[in-house]
């Protein structure tokens, strides 16, 4: 399509030729996009007085976006190589290294210090973790990158991070590859530039998000015994077990959808997703799953309590008094329910079921036994409450769904 005549072009910015000097890159170490702006600022300020500094002609001249160009200069600053200060219409800077002997005497003195040999364990001192309603709410993060921005939002000292893998292991499960594509992520999306990273551990700065993003009154508090007694696999379902466990009132949490969503950032479909993977991981009761609302009560209120859970959970293997259900003792059941699901009155494809599951304590007494249809059983999964209405609902749109699936009693 040919051009409109009547349509101004948009205006390039302006970019002046810069020089590169070879003490930029021998004597300072810069690589790369940060080699090339401070080389764009030097253009500006060659004899350490302040200039303005057009960021978005700095974001052409290095092919990044704004947020990264600025992310670039906060960089140089924290390498106390520029004297950064942000005003209305961007940044004024200044180089504090702009010649060869001065690049020669920062190299002897700060940068060993800058880029020193990292510790094989630093131990962060974690006790219990605060995350910002801006980090929950923040859509650019999901679980494991909210998870993790947090914590060193946290333990930042002025900015930097220095830390090894064997740290997020230990703090939360994470393998190697696990943080690296954290680590990683979180540097592409603009939150952390990382300096360095070695066999053993990672040098990087942080980006305060908070300073853009809309203020949020809630703030979640993490204890470090849901992060290390409970062992949650995933970073999204720990922090969704956190909101339950903070929030609730006495021993319930309940919310709608729309609600949780304008809160704390997860939609009903995570919502949903989280309420499945902790029951089945055995440390959420999932009283009520409605299609505006949900209800739920955590089974591990405070560390004594998820310290017990966990011996629990580890004495009491999953099936195995499910085995011991045999054909005499289920015929008993369907007997005295007379042959009909107790919640939809289906008479196919009945089976036999916990009224208190087994992975909550329950017994194989023929009082917690009864007669449930396949579709009426899956959607009750092992709750030890649930609204039938609820569950006739479900056990319809299954049929509908699956009208010849069977399952053996």
């Known amino acids: 399509m ?23 890159s021998m004597d300072l170490g810069l690589k790369q996009n940060l080699l090339t702006t401070y080389a764009f600022v030097h253009h500006f300020s060659p004899n350490g007085a302040y200039a303005d500094v057009p960021v978005v002609a700095l974001a052409a001249f290095t092919g990044v976006d704004l947020r990264r160009a600025e992310n670039y200069l906060e960089n140089l600053s924290h390498r106390q190589l520029l004297d950064l200060t942000k005003t209305d219409t961007g940044y004024q800077c200044r180089t504090l290294v702009y010649n060869e002997a001065m690049a020669k005497s920062y190299c002897l003195s700060a940068a060993p210090t800058a880029y020193s040999d990292i510790a094989d364990n630093l131990h962060f001192p974690v006790k219990g973790l605060t995350v910002p309603g801006w980090i929950l709410t923040d859509a650019a993060l999901y679980g494991q990158l909210k998870l993790l921005y947090a914590f060193f939002y946290q333990v930042n000292r002025n900015g930097q991070i220095m830390g090894t893998f064997a740290d997020l292991a230990r703090i939360f499960a994470f393998e190697k590859e696990t943080s690296l594509i954290a680590l990683k992520s979180l540097h592409k999306r603009g939150y952390l530039c990382l300096e360095r990273i070695t066999d053993t551990g990672f040098i990087c700065l942080i980006r305060d998000m908070g300073l853009t993003q809309k203020p949020s009154p809630v703030r979640l508090k993490v204890p470090d015994w849901i992060i290390h007694s409970l062992c949650i696999p995933q970073a999204a379902p720990l922090i969704f077990y956190a909101i339950i466990n903070h929030y609730r009132k006495g021993a319930v949490f309940k919310s709608t959808y729309t609600d949780f969503e304008q809160s704390f950032g997860f939609d009903k479909v995570k919502v949903n997703g989280y309420l499945t993977f902790l029951r089945l991981h055995g440390v959420l009761d999932v009283i009520e799953e409605g299609i505006e609302s949900f209800s739920c009560r955590p089974l591990a209120t405070h560390a004594l309590a998820a310290q017990q859970l966990f011996k629990a959970r580890q004495k009491t293997p999953k099936g195995r008094a499910r085995s011991l259900v045999d054909s005499t003792l289920r015929q008993q059941v369907f007997d005295r329910d007379g042959h009909r699901c107790r919640y939809c009155g289906d ?36 709750r030890t409450h649930f609204d039938p209405d609820i569950c006739r609902q479900k056990a319809r749109t299954a049929s509908d769904r699956h009208p010849n699936h069977t399952k053996k009693g």
């Open 2 to 24: 040919p051009p409109n005549p009547h349509t101004a072009p948009e205006k390039q910015p302006d970019i002046p030729n810069i020089t590169l000097y070879s003490w930029m």
């Open 347 to 382: 008479s196919g494809q009945l089976t036999v079921d916990h009224i208190v599951p087994v992975s909550r304590g329950g017994t194989n007494a023929l009082s917690n036994l009864q007669t449930l249809c396949f579709a009426c059983n899956n959607a009750k999964s092992n």
